[in-house]
């Protein structure tokens, strides 16, 4: 692993040996003792933040009670922020004097200088962490092989080349850093970055990562000469590393936070919601040990500081909630309403900020660099506090919830009205739709509306189908059809180019599946022809919908997709008219299934000869390969060996038991069945004792053709669930 010099040691022995004696004589006059003449006072001179928001230099020794009067009950640790330059540690209040001692109160008095009970800096070397060092590496799932972390560097150039993509492509998204303050920090860095302090390493890999992340193939092999594959790989692999050396679960530092944020964002398109979900849960931990859940305001800190606090929190609590949501979890957690929580950022420019500044900025009305982020935060906090406000009229606020009474169903609209009329008026009219990042911001606005009317508004709400009334349905059309043409347009647009990294995150699935199983039950509506066009541009834009045959969501909206296709020309047939060229991606899709429609047979056929072997000839056995395929195996079987064949499980785990087993809706086909030692499976699925595994090839053998597509019902739960566990 990375070799661990010894740590520097920074404080002086001698200093603390007198402070710790000084201690002592203060506990003995307590007691009523007589102390040896003092030495010179030693005196703290460290900023330390109270509760009441006063920032002071102490210089005065701590006073010792009077042993004859009566001491009071007195908090002796109100709330805290120990602060040294950007690393921070956040002790609350709550603690009494005569009930209990305040714990980190009294470890920051025993130190010289407080800020010492901030640990060791995350740009020290240390030598006696190696297990915490290995669970940090554990976390990131970091490899034991070692790494040079100083080779992985770029070459000067394309470290300014990749910081200018991040400040084009992320930084107008995400605002985790402020660029004009850290770019003057980069350029003095790539003058010598074997010097380059731990913390604003990690932060460097990190923001390589993440502007690879925002390019394509082509853009990454014209600028830099390899692919985005490699790129990737050598920076994600690097910012782990960097993050482990910096020991970013225990640090205080500022950098290390915004370095690890910066992974999980670019990270996404990896990691499993769940992985996401809970690392992000690492994250704000992290957080609130900085204190980052408590508003800078009510901690005295500097405006800037306060700035860029603030945008981090809100940062990590969009990442928790948007994670959380694909998890199948409360978006919303648990929210509360305490007025010390962070204040929405200013919506500023970023040149109006900077370090130093003497007063708080005023927030504008007008769009800015951070307008895209702003209005998102925005609409979180406005969903948070009414979700607040419902809990605590013993309200359910989910949108997901059935469909309810009348007056339930308009009190959503008109939360959702209202919700738009903020954003309309706080932002999106200010926006200019010639400049790229406005224009994203008001597409993403709107489209955020449109999902949450959705939501509200959703087929899965009724009892059945012949429930929902028809103005119902016209009205979830067409919020799907706005839906998608708003999606459609992020990625058509040559402007908006740049931020299409992003917006591959938010796809909608669920406006997707409703049109394609609308299309698949009515082929020849009146809209039909332009529909399709509109998916013909989702998949077009995204050929990784079709080419990944390792997701389940993907494949099993590619089986839904070609139902409906399959549907419209048996219809177009039908009625004698004239069938339209098919396009490449429903090509892709049924050399795809025929594919694994043949290695299906091939693997029937091999089990049927096993079942009824002949002496001296091979047998078939099978095994999961690496992208969860069956990959039929030959072995020779000796005379004597007894032959074990699949055998069918009658039961299914809890978590896929009925409703929540999510097969393709309307197929019936018949699934091969397989017993792997301690595994259980029901063909589809394979069951350990940890995850599900999804037979991803049986999955696309799955017959698409369905003699009566018109009469299937599509079931939400099932594709729910789905996506839920694969996204």
Not at 45 to 59: D, F, M, P
Request: hydrophobic fraction near 35%; glycine fraction near 4%; include cysteine.
């Amino acid at each position: 692993m990375l070799p661990r010099p010894r740590r520097k040691k920074k404080s002086n022995r001698n200093e603390i040996l007198i402070g710790r004696l000084d201690q002592c004589e203060r506990l003995l006059q307590q007691k009523g003792a007589d102390a040896l003449p003092k030495a010179p006072s030693h005196h703290t001179s460290s900023l330390i933040t109270n509760g009441s928001g006063l920032t002071t230099k102490e210089t005065s020794p701590l006073q010792t009670p009077d042993p004859t009067i009566a001491q009071p009950l007195r908090v002796i640790s109100q709330t805290q922020l120990l602060h040294d330059q950007n690393r921070s540690k956040y002790l609350d209040k709550s603690v009494y004097h005569n009930a209990c001692f305040g714990l980190w109160a009294r470890v920051a008095e025993e130190f010289a200088e407080p800020v010492d009970a901030l640990g060791h800096s995350s740009d020290e070397d240390g030598d006696e962490d190696d297990v915490a060092q290995d669970s940090i590496e554990f976390v990131l799932g970091l490899s034991p092989r070692p790494i040079s972390i100083g080779s992985s560097h770029p070459p000067g150039d394309q470290i300014l080349e990749l910081w200018h993509v991040f400040l084009e492509n992320v930084d107008p998204l995400t605002k985790v850093v402020h660029g004009p303050s850290l770019q003057s920090a980069i350029q003095k860095a790539i003058v010598n970055l074997s010097s380059v302090p731990r913390s604003l390493e990690a932060l460097l890999f990190a923001i390589y990562s993440a502007a690879v992340v925002s390019l394509k193939n082509h853009d990454c092999e014209r600028r830099f000469g390899e692919s985005r594959k490699v790129l990737l790989s050598r920076y994600r692999l690097a910012t782990k590393a960097a993050l482990s050396r910096a020991r970013f679960i225990g640090s205080a530092d500022l950098a290390v936070l915004q370095a690890f944020l910066l992974h999980l964002l670019s990270m996404r398109e990896v990691y499993d919601s769940r992985t996401l979900w809970t690392l992000t849960g690492v994250a704000l931990r992290i957080a609130e040990g900085m204190g980052l859940h408590r508003d800078g305001y009510f901690l005295r800190l500097p405006p800037f500081e306060t700035e860029i606090r603030r945008r981090i929190w809100w940062q990590l609590k969009m990442l928790d909630g948007d994670s959380a949501e694909l998890s199948g979890s409360d978006k919303f957690g648990i929210s509360d309403s305490d007025p010390r929580n962070p204040k929405l950022p200013s919506n500023i420019n970023d040149d109006e900020l900077y370090p130093g500044l003497s007063s708080p900025p005023a927030t504008t009305d007008r769009a800015t660099d951070m307008v895209f982020c702003a209005l998102r935060f925005e609409l979180r906090s406005y969903w948070t506090s009414n979700t607040v406000k419902q809990r605590q009229q013993g309200k359910d606020n989910c949108l997901w919830d059935s469909c309810g009474s009348s007056a339930v169903m308009k009190e959503r609209d008109e939360a959702i009205d209202e919700s738009e009329r903020i954003l309309e008026t706080k932002y999106v009219r200010y926006c200019d739709p010639s400049q790229p990042i406005q224009l994203m911001a008001t597409l993403i606005a709107r489209a955020a509306v449109s999902a949450t009317r959705l939501l509200a508004h959703h087929p899965r709400k009724w009892v059945s189908e012949e429930q929902i009334p028809e103005s119902e349905r016209q009205y979830v059309w067409k919020l799907s059809i706005k839906g998608l043409k708003q999606y459609n347009m992020i990625h058509s647009s040559r402007e908006l180019e740049r931020f299409s990294w992003h917006a591959a995150f938010y796809f909608r699935w669920q406006t997707l599946i409703y049109i394609l199983d609308t299309l698949r039950v009515n082929p020849l509506m009146q809209e039909a022809v332009q529909v399709w066009h509109l998916i013909d541009e989702v998949y077009e834009t995204n050929p990784d919908f079709v080419t990944n045959t390792k997701k389940a969501l993907f494949v099993a909206v590619g089986n839904l997709c070609l139902t409906a296709y399959n549907a419209r020309e048996a219809a177009l047939a039908k009625e004698s008219k004239p069938i339209p060229p098919t396009p490449l991606y429903i090509k892709t899709f049924r050399r795809q299934r025929e594919a694994a429609t043949a290695r299906r047979k091939t693997q029937d056929a091999a089990v049927k000869k096993a079942e009824n072997p002949i002496e001296g000839l091979p047998i078939v056995t099978q095994s999961m390969s690496t992208d969860n395929q069956f990959t039929p195996h030959l072995t020779s079987r000796p005379q004597e060996q007894q032959l074990h064949l699949p055998q069918r499980q009658q039961t299914l785990p809890p978590q896929l038991t009925n409703s929540h087993q999510p097969e393709l809706p309307g197929s019936n086909s018949a699934l091969w069945l397989s017993d792997r030692g301690n595994e259980q499976s029901d063909g589809l699925f394979t069951f350990t004792d940890d995850n599900t595994i999804m037979n991803l090839d049986m999955l696309l053998a799955l017959d698409v053709s369905m003699e009566d597509p018109i009469n299937q019902t599509i079931d939400w739960v099932k594709w729910d669930a789905l996506i839920s566990d694969f996204t």
